[in-house]
């Protein structure tokens, strides 16, 4: 198995940490389940920093977004499938 470029924690997460320095655009990344030690694919849309989440499939304005199988948040933008989501489109709820 190749080293992954993001993780997922739970099956009912809707994005994954990316795990690796320096990820570009046009990326092929493997991402893990943690949970359940599956695969997944997904092509990177932009440069994303270590750290930062990428979108598993299409979120929309006010979507909740689930990471560690918890609500961490809303969407205030749009991403596609291995979009960059961060501060800039994902927004807490507590204010």
Do not use: C
């Amino acid at each position: 198995m190749s080293v992954p470029h993001f993780l997922v924690h739970s099956p009912k997460d809707n994005v994954g940490v990316v795990v690796i320095e320096g990820l570009k655009a046009g990326t092929e990344m493997l991402g893990v389940v943690t949970e359940t030690d599956t695969t997944l694919n997904l092509v990177a849309k932009h440069d994303i920093p270590i750290g930062h989440k990428v979108a598993l499939h299409q979120l929309t304005a006010g979507d909740t977004v689930v990471k560690y199988g918890e609500d961490i948040g809303k969407m205030v933008g749009d991403a596609g499938e291995g979009d960059h989501v961060h501060v800039h489109n994902l927004k807490t709820k507590r204010w």
